[in-house]
Structures are given as structure tokens and as C-alpha cells.
């Protein structure tokens, strides 16, 4: 709803309190036209728009590792760690696109994404 919505129906507000028979009507029919044309100016104000936060800190993202593995090997080593790493993830090779592996460690919970040729 725009502010121009909200002027109409103060107006025809207006003029229903004019000829309201009952007072008490047309008292109410004054205080909601004011109300509308209140919120009509308040539609009409620019909204500040919030600043920019400073950027987080961001984590170096690893590098991927291109490694060459048979098909059904569905772990590897951490290279944190040194513990085994289970398949947590496999896309395949689309288009020009490589096949990504991505394994998790079971020890640190280290995540890497290896490029499969």
C-alpha cells in the first residue's frame, strides 16, 4: 500500500463524518482519518538505507587438491590430522567441468573437496 492509498480512505472518512448522524461515529471516523493521513506522511519519509557492515574475516580457502583415485575408494587421509576421511559428497564430471569429491575427517571434522581427473 502507497501513501496515496491512504489518503483516499482519510478522505472518504472525512466525508463519512460529515454526515454522520451520530457524534460518536463521526468522532471515530475523524480519529482514523487522521491516523491513515499519519501513516501516509510516515510512507512519504525516505527510509534510511543501513550501512554496509564492515566485511568479516575471511578463512583462506584451500586449495584443491587434484588427485587421481579409483572410482570405489571412498576415503583418504586428513591432511590436518592424519585420520581417515570418509566421502561426504560426489559431483559428477558435467560438460567441461571435473568430477569433486569431498570427504570429511571422522577425527577433526575437516572438510576438503578433491578434483578427480
Known amino acids: 500500500m502507497n501513501a496515496s492509498y491512504y489518503r483516499q480512505l ?3 472518512l472525512m466525508a463519512d463524518a460529515a454526515v454522520a448522524e451520530d457524534p460518536k461515529i463521526a468522532a471515530r471516523f475523524r480519529e482514523r482519518a487522521e491516523e491513515y493521513l499519519l501513516l501516509a506522511e510516515a510512507l512519504d519519509e525516505p527510509v534510511p538505507l543501513p550501512l554496509p557492515a564492515s566485511e568479516p574475516e575471511r578463512r583462506p580457502v584451500q586449495q584443491q587438491q587434484q588427485v587421481q583415485r579409483n572410482r570405489s575408494d571412498d576415503t583418504r587421509k586428513c591432511d590436518q590430522c592424519g585420520g581417515n576421511m570418509k566421502r561426504a559428497a560426489s559431483v559428477p564430471k558435467v560438460g567441461a567441468y571435473p568430477q569433486l569429491d569431498t ?5 577433526c571434522d575437516h572438510v576438503i573437496t578433491d578434483v578427480v581427473e
Open 103 to 107: 570427504f570429511k575427517c571422522l577425527a
Open 10 to 12: 482519510a478522505r472518504d
